[in-house]
């Protein structure tokens, strides 16, 4: 296990349309969290998993976003129609437990909206 | 609530002098604080931590931290900076009753040869 991977790396879209991003956490790692950074600033907490139940949403999380982890394993990150506002690097990380170790970051997918 | 303040959006320091990259934090509870950093186009990498004990942390790459309680401060530092420390760091703070990371939004250190 290399770590947490994110795919795609880069997703250009246009406007309106449906977009998923994948994250594959440490397999042992039971935490998922997703985070968003823009530019300039910090990762912004979105949503998390403690195996396949999402536990907390933030209020940035507009009912156009929706999170799942079905098996306790992969979790994808869905946005729906599209808004140039959404452009941003999303975050993935996983942690074994609470998260006092730290987490584990992937690489990010950067969405741009056109 | 938590919350993570990185006062300097940048900071210069010459190769080879000290560097100190500055954080404050406020949680209810017990804070274990991180410091990551962050390359262009990549995700975090984890640096330090404090969780408890010893207030002076060593990390990765020769950086240090010093918790402070009193003054609720995570300053990152190192003794001789390097021109490959150029980057963009983050403090972050969770709580021992929270269960996510806040982050501070970043400071962008550039290191001069």
């Known amino acids: 296990d290399t770590g947490v991977s994110q795919d795609p790396r880069h997703k250009i879209t246009k406007r309106g349309q449906n977009v998923t991003f994948r994250c594959d956490p440490i397999?042992?790692?039971?935490?998922l969290y997703w985070y968003r950074q823009t530019l300039g600033q910090g990762p912004e907490f979105l949503t998390y998993f403690q195996n396949e139940a999402q536990l907390e949403k933030s209020r940035l999380l507009s009912d156009r976003f929706s999170a799942e982890r079905p098996k306790g394993s992969f979790s994808t990150l869905e946005i729906q129609r599209t808004e140039q506002g959404d452009s941003a690097m999303y975050l993935c990380a996983s942690s074994l437990g609470q998260g006092a170790d730290g987490y584990t970051f992937g690489s990010g997918t950067r969405l741009t909206v056109v | 609530a938590q919350s993570v303040a990185q006062p300097e959006d940048q900071v210069n320091v010459a190769e080879g002098n000290p560097l100190t990259v500055k954080c404050t934090y406020s949680?209810?509870?017990?804070?274990?604080l991180f410091w990551y950093v962050q390359y262009p186009n990549r995700g975090l990498q984890f640096l330090l931590k404090?969780?408890?004990?010893?207030?002076l942390v060593k990390g990765s790459y020769g950086f240090e931290a010093e918790f402070n309680k009193s003054q609720t401060s995570f300053h990152l530092k190192k003794p001789s900076a390097l021109v490959s420390d150029s980057a963009l760091y983050f403090c972050?703070?969770?709580?021992?009753?929270?269960?996510?990371?806040?982050f501070g939004k970043g400071t962008r250190l550039h290191i001069l040869p």
């Open positions: 949680v209810s509870g017990n804070p274990y």
């Open positions: 972050a703070v969770i709580s021992n009753r929270d269960d996510k990371i806040i």
């Open positions: 397999s042992e790692h039971n935490r």
């Open positions: 404090y969780i408890t004990g010893d207030n």
